[in-house]
């Protein structure tokens, strides 16, 4: 089996990415210095934004709010402390916005309980006793949560119709860690049935749009989550990435996305699609916001064993110096003039671009990335081009594993002792199959007969087993690079967000998870961040994104990166409705 | 056995198939083509003839014919009946669950641990993960395997077994598969062990619970109070060779279980239940034998083996191998009208008395065995191995032989080793009266041999005669908190009888009898107050010194009065938990004078004791 991928223009166009830099250091020199002219012509605006802001906070103490952020959560925060803001008042306004919205992001919002959690955190925050506690960030800000999280008391469906009835009694542990700091839950967003698909189509209940062209597709699973995010629906929310569900919506909805290490997030009271894979993980409008949730997810409740299972799950051998979540994440991100570098705050990493991830690319996609690695470059970081033949086996491996657990994770979906328990009054093997049958929607039937299949007695060696094996290849080729590289950089998604309806065909749907599901099946981080927009045929300006890789439990670093990268790429087009109040944001 | 056999299927299946599905360079060039490129139609592999589920059959080297229900062996092999066993134990000696904070329900109905039966994760709500592996459940394996003599693997893993049905929440059972936790072994002599596995118990369906309401259709309710309380699966080989056999084994793991104290192993609790695989070998003379080879003009057939799944009673895994027995003899013989025997799984009717077809050939499940992804292996060390063999008691064999080298006769030495509570409580005894050398200045066999014939004469007769304890369970579990008969008393009574001669055997029933009503009187009280006085006061024949002196040591003279002051005291101190539960619940001063008793020996005066702790717990 031989790899001739070739490679894309822009690739070429630029004489490879990291050879040429080698090649000639006069060359090279010179090269840089143009592209740092461009960098700064570029990039004009946005230096000069930071420059005129930087006056005007004195102290930049990291946990002090500067002015030049592009946290959200951090903005409101700001806001709520200095009175200007109640979270009552914020709360309101997301679910005013919510109501004019036409996207379809949630599918629940229990507004009476937000209010009321809202007000909560008003007194809280006025009651003079306790104001001078050190109060969390994320002290009552309105957030999002994907609907297969589980949320006591309030609907959990997971998108689908079997679990149309279904209020869990218990708070999942992430949930847990974001009430303890007083976040308002806003609402639980759409998503594909169980997270399975890659466009939000799938939910049982209505699709949800993508807000730059409501006639194309969120992306999915966590569709409702990156739209939210996006149209300014809430301030921050939580997906799940299983085989790309967190990552790919980031990118078509212009969102920063992060998929954690797996095992770094407990999963307890996340509803399983494939538990060897499932990840849960911020989608926020900055990187700063995705390490201000991250810091707090990561948390350890205590009273549930399995938060740090899953990272025994890979590597029992070092786990407990890595995943132990003392560092901080939001240490990691260092504003613009604490920067040593500024010049080349890059400098001293290297980062590999993935041969294969080129192959078949969009043309739009590929410019935008390429813009971005170039940036990436001009910020002082050296890129090379590797080849990692396993990169194509990732998808039908992580078809097959996933769909097997599949299989297994929703066995228990049987109508009877939860969600719609609408067939109760027959025999137990009519009952079983008229609730699956009528419960669970055809992607979902799909893929748990295609788990069924590959895990079926004379089968199971054929296609299981043999995509274990092929898992072990994929973690052992990236962990290898990893060793000299500080991470992978590759596109989010192979094209922009789909037209609604255009992806009929089931198994070129799951082509589009190319680019994400090899960091499932190795189990390492990864970032998405918005890269330069391209606009289509008519002319409508759609996000795309670039992948960032890192090492396994190496989420800080990432954030660190993407951060610097985000800080120093040309502003993004704002959503059509930003809000009014604009200036409060 | 299990995996081995389902190993080499696969590997005979499975090797055309992968070229076939994934071969050729596929899986890089066009990643999806086998998806589509689907050879055998859908219903092929819902319905799979292929599968073993068990032993019965798997002789190592022998190949499963699957379409000959007729089975050539090699002529040497016997005639007869061939059964392995599955036994599934309940670890009712566990607090909580398998993989869940849920407790373990007790058979009076409460809860072992305190905490809710049913854990959200035993119920399978969306969300919930197992928690790591139930400790104390590793332990009791491991106990297990000192008993059988079986191999601790250093690591094993958990599977999922997937199947739908009402009592199993998750739509599959956690069980270890491949890689089981203890392997080999043996249960005795003759019956050799495959595998030892740890597992998912499921729920328990209770049959139409709603019958009486006659509007509503008949519904099947399913407790879910056992879901994920842990089972050990013991899989034998298929070495035994007739129904008698077979329930001696099971017998010997439901001693040997209480004996490790891992289970009550009670059969009509539930708590151990078994699966046998049953077949049957006939030499035959092959009248169209297709190999040239004359000499070998005798061949031996085999039947397909028959799996009965959940026999609950001793009885009716005599009679169901019994019946399987004949049923597979007369198609092997070819008895006009024989029913077919065929690979499937039956169930047990003690009504009928026969067998039924729960699961014919074609409707055999397939399991689609997955490795468990929520659970880690256990992995042992050599420590933690042989820590657990050291904590292992005498095993029911061994008690046996000891027992009978004592002097026990061979009927009382097999009913006490039935139990351990039983060899514990003659132990207890016995040593108290070599404690107290006066009992017996030299242990004989003859000593030991009518203790013996006190416990299990006298004092089972007067635990029945008194309504103490339930039938079928270990007669002198617990006989400390129902009764007075604690082997202190056992030895003052044997004292009074044998040393003192201040009663006769029969006024020793009448005490005994007593005390197991929980009478809390002295021996002297009693013979004072019930029998007219003690013996040597009524005859007054006895030139000998005054026994009753002896008696109480501790109590005639100042130092002895001294010493009991300062037990008592340090007891009182020491039990600081009774101290506080005294308060709520006068009982628990028994607590206090036992520990007294045992301090002093069992010398000091009872009387003097609880006089001594009530003065000195009113002070408190």
């Known amino acids: 089996m031989t790899f001739s991928p070739p490679l894309s223009p822009p690739l070429r166009a630029r004489g490879g990415v990291g050879v040429n830099c080698k090649k000639n250091n006069n060359n090279n020199a010179k090269k840089k210095k143009k592209k740092k002219k461009n960098f700064c012509r570029r990039f004009a605006t946005a230096s000069s934004n930071a420059s005129s802001s930087s006056s005007s906070s004195s102290s930049s103490s990291s946990s002090e709010i500067d002015g030049t952020t592009k946290s959200v959560i951090k903005k409101i925060a700001q806001k709520l402390q200095s009175g200007e803001l109640t979270s009552l008042r914020v709360t309101e306004m997301y679910l005013k916005r919510m109501k004019d919205s036409s996207l379809n992001c949630y599918a629940s919002v229990n507004e009476e309980d937000a209010l009321e959690r809202a007000a909560e955190m008003d007194r809280e925050r006025m009651n003079p006793e306790r104001g001078e506690k050190k109060r ?109 569900s967190i990552r790919q919506p980031a990118a078509f909805c212009g969102t920063v996305g992060l998929k954690p290490s797996y095992g770094r997030v407990s999963r307890h009271g996340l509803l399983a699609y494939a538990s060897s894979f499932d990840c849960i993980g911020p989608i926020t409008s900055s990187v700063e916001d995705a390490a201000i949730l991250m810091d707090v997810l990561c948390g350890n409740t205590g009273d549930d064993n399995n938060s740090n299972l899953d990272a025994k799950y890979f590597d029992s051998s070092n786990n407990n110096s890595s995943s132990s979540g003392s560092s901080s994440f939001t240490d990691a991100i260092v504003s613009k003039e604490n920067l040593v570098d500024v010049a080349a705050p890059l400098k001293g990493k290297t980062f590999a671009v993935i041969k294969e991830t080129f192959t078949g ?185 670039i992948q960032i890789i890192g090492k396994k439990y190496g989420e800080a670093e990432l954030l660190g990166v993407g951060h610097i990268i985000e800080m120093f790429s040309a502003e993004r087009k704002l959503y059509k409705d930003a809000f009014p109040e604009a200036s409060l944001f | 056995m299990r995996s081995a056999s389902r190993l080499r299927l696969l590997k005979s299946l499975g090797g055309g198939k992968e070229d076939k599905a994934v071969g050729g360079g596929s899986l890089g060039s066009s990643s999806f083509v086998f998806f589509r490129r689907q050879t055998t139609p859908f219903k092929g592999f819902l319905s799979r003839s292929l599968r073993t589920t068990s032993n019965a059959r798997d002789d190592d080297d022998d190949d499963d014919d699957v379409k000959n229900p007729l089975r050539r062996r090699g002529a040497h092999e016997e005639e007869g009946v061939v059964v392995g066993l599955e036994i599934h134990l309940q670890l009712t000696s566990l607090k909580t669950k398998l993989f869940s904070p849920g407790s373990v329900l007790r058979v009076d109905g409460g809860s072992a641990s305190g905490s809710p039966v049913v854990h959200a994760f035993d119920r399978a709500e969306p969300g919930t993960l197992p928690s790591p592996v139930n400790e104390a459940a590793v332990q009791c394996a491991l106990k297990l395997a000192t008993a059988l003599h079986a191999t601790c693997e250093k690591v094993s893993e958990f599977d999922r077994k997937h199947y739908f049905y009402g009592d199993l929440p998750h739509g599959y059972q956690i069980t270890q598969h491949r890689k089981p936790i203890l392997t080999g072994g043996r249960i005795n002599e003759n019956v050799r062990v495959e595998r030892v596995q740890l597992e998912m118990d499921t729920g328990k369906t209770l049959s139409s619970l709603s019958s009486s309401s006659s509007s509503e259709k008949s519904s099947n309710v399913v407790d879910l109070s056992r879901a994920g309380a842990t089972l050990l699966e013991i899989v034998t080989k298929p070495d035994i060779r007739s129904e008698e056999h077979a329930v001696e084994t099971v017998s010997d793991v439901i001693q040997m279980a209480r004996y490790l104290e891992i289970s009550d192993a009670n059969m009509e609790d539930g708590s151990i239940r078994v699966d046998v695989n ?36 001793l009885r009716s895994i005599r009679n169901a191998i019994k019946y399987e ?57 050599d420590e933690e191995i042989e ?98 008969l604690h082997p202190e008393r056992v030895r003052d009574v044997l004292k009074s009888l044998r040393v003192h001669k201040t009663i006769s055997g029969r006024m020793a029933k009448d005490v005994i009898k007593l005390l197991a009503r929980n009478d809390s009187r ?99």
């Open chain 1, 136 to 244: 969390s960030l994320l002290h009552g800000i309105p957030i999002a949560v994907k609907d297969n999280i589980c949320t006591k008391n309030t609907y959990t469906t997971a998108g689908s119709k079997i679990l149309r009835e279904y209020r869990p009694d218990f708070d999942a542990d992430v949930v847990k860690h974001l009430n303890k700091e007083g976040v308002v839950v806003l609402g639980k967003t759409n998503m594909d049935e169980f997270g399975m698909g890659s466009t939000t189509e799938s939910s049982a209940y209505a699709p949800t749009s993508n807000p730059w062209d409501e006639s194309r597709v969120p992306g999915g699973s966590s569709g409702g989550s990156a739209a939210a995010v996006a149209a300014q629906l809430c301030a921050a929310s939580l997906g799940s990435d299983t085989g790309g």
């Open chain 1, 361 to 545: 690319l969009d043309e739009k996609v590929s410019a935008s990335v390429m813009e971005s690695i170039e940036l990436v470059e001009s910020l002082g970081a050296k890129v090379h081009e590797v080849s990692c033949p396993t990169f194509l086996f990732g998808l039908p491996a992580y078809y097959i594993l996933a769909l097997s657990e599949a299989s297994s994770n929703l066995a228990r979906y049987d109508g009877i002792r939860f969600g719609a328990q609408d067939y109760l009054n027959m025999d137990l093997v009519d009952s079983i199959k008229s609730s699956r049958f009528e419960g669970f929607g055809a992607e979902v039937k799909r893929r748990i007969l295609m788990g069924t299949y590959t895990l079926s007695e004379g089968y199971s060696d054929a296609y299981y087993k043999r995509a274990q094996e092929v898992r072990r290849l994929i973690y052992a080729e990236m962990t290898q690079h990893l060793q000299t590289y500080d991470g992978f950089l590759t596109p989010a998604t192979s094209s922009l967000a789909y037209m609604k309806n255009e992806n009929q065909e089931p198994l070129a749907m799951f082509t589009g998870d190319l680019m994400t599901v090899n960091v499932n099946l190795s189990g390492l981080p990864a970032l998405v961040i918005r890269s330069k927009d391209s606009a289509d045929e008519n002319n409508t300006l759609l996000p795309s994104g």
């Open chain 2, 278 to 313: 049953v077949s049957v070998r006939r030499r035959r003379n092959d009248p169209d034998s297709n190999d040239d080879d004359a000499t070998t003009k005798s061949t031996s057939v085999s039947s397909e083996r028959t799996e009965i799944k959940n026999l609950n009673s």
């Open chain 2, 325 to 381: 027995k004949e049923r597979h003899g007369r198609y092997l013989d070819g008895v006009v009208g024989a029913e077919k025997v065929e690979r499937e799984t039956r169930s047990w009717d003690e009504k009928l008395n026969k067998t039924i077809v729960l699961r014919s050939k074609e409707s055999l499940l397939d399991y689609r065995f997955m490795r468990e992804p929520d659970v880690l292996p256990i992995v042992l060390t």
């Open chain 2, 387 to 484: 820590l657990a063999r050291n904590s292992v008691r005498e095993m029911p064999k061994a008690a046996l032989e000891r027992l009978k080298n004592l002097g026990v006769s061979e009927e009382h030495a097999k009913f006490l080793s039935l139990h351990p509570s039983s060899v514990k409580y003659f132990d207890d005894i016995v040593s108290l009266c070599v404690i107290d050398a006066s009992v017996f200045p030299s242990l004989s066999k003859e000593d030991v041999k009518s203790v013996a014939n006190f416990v299990c004469v006298e004092i089972v007769g007067a635990l029945r005669d008194a309504g103490v304890g339930t039938k079928g369970k270990p007669p002198f579990l617990g006989i400390e908190s129902k009764t007075n």
């Open chain 2, 522 to 620: 002295s021996i002297d009280e009693i013979l004072e107050q019930e029998l007219g006085g003690s013996l040597i006061q009524n005859n007054n024949d006895s030139g000998k010194e005054n026994p009753t002196k002896e008696k109480s040591i501790g109590s005639a003279d100042e130092e002895g009065e001294q010493n009991l002051d300062a037990t008592c005291q340090s007891v009182v101190q020491d039990l600081a938990e009774e101290r506080e539960a005294i308060k709520k619940n006068p009982k628990v001063f028994g607590a206090f004078v036992g520990e007294v008793m045992k301090r002093t020996r069992g010398r000091a005066d009872p009387k003097q004791v609880s006089a001594t702790l009530r003065k000195l717990l009113d002070e408190y």
